[in-house]
């Protein structure tokens, strides 16, 4: 178990442009979920993932926003046409959701956005 | 909708003492679990402790213990023996168990613990 991992852990890139995150989740877990985190302010749900079904989007997720985990496995995050209020911290997280199994929510380190 | 408050921006304590962290949230469900997590700085969230609703009996993992009051919907982390190392932001969560485990947090505390 090497937790879950988050690539790239820093992006700066200008407005206009798109971006793409990466996440792997702790291998045995089948939900993943992503999280935006403003600086000093607390994680605000995005969407998360059930094995490859997306189950619900966050109204924060505008239609610049696109998440996919096409084999239940990693999952990535894109941002299109960025702008300055897309600079963020995007949380990554993972857990294992069975019937009478369920563990806590484990995060990986994220990656911060910067938009100039 | 959920929401999960913290009125305690900031917290001040000195190594060896304790310091008490509030945190209040409003729900209308009745099955759920509240959490404190500990971000250190610019490093990864981290679970300190977990509590269920349905259990009376507050929640302790070792220098951290809970007080959860259900009636006044109020769950404050108790750090005892603050250890330098305990310096980070806490933010406590809400989770309803059968909404996909999906966390609601609060805006966090920042704690600085003094040598």
């Known amino acids: 178990d090497t937790g879950v991992s988050q690539d790239p852990r820093h992006k700066i890139t200008k407005r206009g442009q798109n971006v793409t995150f990466r996440c792997d989740p702790i291998?045995?877990?089948?939900?993943l979920y992503w999280y935006r985190q403003t600086l000093g302010q607390g994680p605000e749900f995005l969407t998360y993932?059930?094995?490859?079904?997306?189950?619900?989007k966050s109204r924060l997720l505008s239609d610049r926003f696109s998440a996919e985990r096409p084999k239940g496995s990693f999952s990535t995050l894109e941002i299109q046409r960025t702008e300055q209020g897309d600079s963020a911290m995007y949380l990554c997280?993972?857990?294992?959701?069975?019937?009478?199994?369920?563990?806590?929510?484990?995060f990986g380190n994220g990656t911060r956005l910067t938009v100039t | 909708a959920q929401t999960v408050t913290q009125s305690q921006p900031e917290m001040s304590v000195q190594e060896a003492e304790t310091v008490t962290l509030s945190c209040t949230y409003d729900?209308?469900?009745?099955?759920?679990?509240l959490f404190w997590y500990k971000q250190p700085p610019s490093r990864q969230m981290i679970l300190v402790i977990r509590?269920?609703?349905?259990?009376?009996q507050n929640a302790t993992e070792n220098r951290f213990s809970v007080n959860f009051q259900k009636a006044a919907k109020s769950f404050s982390l108790k750090i005892s023996d603050s250890q330098l190392g305990d310096t980070a932001m806490y933010f406590c969560?809400?989770?309803?168990?059968?909404?996909?485990?999906?966390?609601?947090f609060g805006g966090g505390t920042r704690v600085l613990v003094k040598p």
């Open positions: 993932f059930q094995n490859e079904a997306q189950l619900e």
């Open positions: 509590q269920e609703a349905y259990k009376q």
């Open positions: 729900t209308s469900e009745n099955n759920y679990y």
């Open positions: 291998s045995e877990h089948n939900r």
């Open positions: 997280a993972s857990s294992l959701g069975d019937r009478g199994r369920d563990t806590p929510l484990h």
């Open positions: 969560a809400f989770m309803i168990k059968a909404a996909g485990n999906k966390l609601t």
